[in-house]
């Protein structure tokens, strides 16, 4: 009996062994473990203006949550900021102020923000050969109508941005903005708009589409239990792995970062307090700056969702409750742009996501609509530390974020609250 227990007992640590081995993590197949990532080189005044981009970000995200009572969001800061940022530079006086300062570039010329939207175009879509990363950006504008040929050249340069002179009461134009979009963002992202207003005379958007394979590879996927934010409980595809990856935790929260490719770009998945429920907390710039503070190298048991999901957004009210509010209304001043009196009508994102055991996809298009006034007047430093075994399971509501480690660039966040 005792040789039986002997034999037994070296067949379970035999086997256990072997399950650990099975879900350990690997380079993931088709990435060369010894590629680098792309640095982008900013200069401390640009640095400091991606700290500026980020507080907005998570200001925005939060705003949105205020009216979602607990649904899942999908935001691109990132989208939104280069919408709005072409928009300003058409702008004067206190619209102008006012844009710059909401969207966290108060402090410098309009020069200034516009060589760091070209910086950040040029350097993300190289940062990482094994993302695919595409920033795209249009101008489209109603047949006849005069715009400032300094903007125009501005928008050309600075953002990259081609310019059509379309018949805004075609049905056409609209279809070919649409087709614009889902080409740009490779299919996920359909009919943007809706309509074109009759008073729209300008149309500003931007496409931004997101591919990365994960660094590492997941063992596999299993069923298991995911609690949803109203109460009940359901079965889904849970990835699971154990390897050492960037991890942090304090006051409770928990954040783990996944990499993509070599490096460059990773999905930070953000855990609040277990027992908490999830509506009343909050992921905000601090809070995500304070978990960024105390990640190090952890070897980790991991079960995270796979999932996928779309949005939409008028984001009109939550950047009228940061703080920009005479674009939308009798006082916009957009002169830089046209001697016609124009307003913002319409600020628009769509987004799109799916996770899977391979990688991500994430999209997003923000479209600002300019109307004629009158007729209808909105890589983290990691610090050295000795590893440690700690268990991450994302089985209950949480928060992510895709981000650019060399500048810290926000370019997604969202919640997963129902699965």
């Known amino acids: 009996m005792k040789r039986i227990a002997s034999l037994f007992s070296i067949a379970v640590i035999v086997l256990a062994s072997c399950q650990k081995e099975d879900m350990e993590l690997g380079i993931a197949e088709?990435?060369?473990?010894?590629?680098g990532s792309k640095y982008i080189s900013l200069t401390k005044a640009q640095a400091d203006l991606t700290a500026s981009a980020n507080i907005f970000a998570f200001k925005l995200f939060n705003q949105v949550r205020v009216d979602r009572n607990g649904e899942a969001i999908l935001l691109s800061p990132?989208?939104?900021?280069?919408?709005?940022?072409?928009?300003?530079?058409?702008?004067?006086g206190?619209?102008?102020?006012?844009?710059?300062?909401?969207?966290?570039?108060?402090?410098?010329?309009?020069?200034?923000?516009?060589?760091?939207?070209?910086?950040?175009?040029?350097g993300l879509a190289k940062a990482d050969p094994y993302v695919d990363l595409k920033i795209a950006n249009s101008i489209w504008i109603h047949k006849d109508f005069p715009v400032k040929e300094a903007f125009v050249r501005n928008a050309e340069k600075a953002f990259d941005s081609i310019i059509e002179n379309r018949d805004f009461g075609s049905p056409a134009t609209l279809k070919e903005i649409n087709?614009?979009?889902?080409?740009?963002?490779?299919?996920?992202?359909?009919?943007?708009?809706?309509?074109?207003?009759?008073?729209?005379r300008m149309a500003l958007v931007n496409a931004l589409y997101f591919e990365g394979k994960w660094r590492y590879a997941f063992a596999g996927s299993k069923k298991a239990p995911f609690s949803n934010a109203s109460g009940g409980r359901t079965r889904t595809d849970m990835?699971?792995?154990?390897?050492?990856?960037?991890?942090?935790?304090?006051?409770?929260?928990?954040?783990?970062?996944?990499?993509?490719?070599?490096?460059?770009?990773?999905?930070?998945?953000?855990?609040?307090?277990?027992?908490?429920k999830f509506q009343g907390t909050t992921l905000d710039y601090d809070r995500w700056l304070s978990l960024n503070g105390t990640l190090r190298p952890c070897e980790v048991n991991m079960n995270i969702p796979a999932f996928m999901t779309r949005d939409e957004?008028?984001?009109?009210?939550?950047?009228?409750?940061?703080?920009?509010?005479?674009?939308?209304?009798?006082?916009?001043?957009?002169?830089?742009?046209?001697?016609?009196?124009?307003?913002?009508?319409?600020?628009?994102?769509?987004?799109?996501?799916?996770?899977?055991?391979?990688?991500?996809?994430?999209?997003?298009?923000?479209?600002?609509?300019?109307?004629?006034?009158?007729?209808?007047?909105?890589?983290y430093d990691v610090p050295e530390y000795q590893p440690e075994k700690v268990n991450f399971d994302a089985d209950r509501p949480f928060y992510f974020v895709i981000s650019e480690v060399s500048t810290k660039s926000v370019l997604f966040i969202g919640q997963v609250t129902e699965l």
Do not use: C
Not at 78 to 92: C, I, N, P, V
Not at 268 to 274: A, G, V
């Open 30 to 35: 088709g990435i060369d473990a010894h590629a």
């Open 78 to 92: 990132f989208s939104a900021s280069m919408a709005l940022g072409m928009t300003a530079t058409g702008a004067e």
């Open 94 to 122: 206190e619209t102008e102020r006012q844009m710059r300062a909401v969207l966290g570039f108060g402090e410098v010329t309009k020069e200034e923000m516009t060589e760091y939207y070209s910086k950040m175009l040029d």
């Open 179 to 200: 087709d614009w979009v889902s080409d740009k963002t490779e299919g996920t992202i359909k009919d943007l708009l809706d309509e074109l207003s009759p008073d729209a």
């Open 239 to 276: 990835m699971y792995a154990v390897g050492t990856l960037s991890y942090a935790d304090r006051d409770g929260w928990e954040l783990l970062r996944l990499p993509y490719g070599t490096g460059a770009f990773s999905m930070s998945i953000i855990l609040p307090p277990e027992g908490v």
């Open 313 to 379: 957004f008028n984001l009109i009210d939550p950047l009228k409750a940061l703080g920009m509010t005479d674009a939308f209304g009798m006082n916009a001043d957009f002169s830089a742009m046209s001697d016609k009196a124009l307003y913002i009508g319409k600020v628009k994102q769509k987004t799109f996501i799916e996770v899977s055991e391979t990688g991500t996809k994430a999209s997003a298009a923000t479209v600002v609509e300019m109307r004629l006034r009158g007729a209808n007047p909105g890589g």
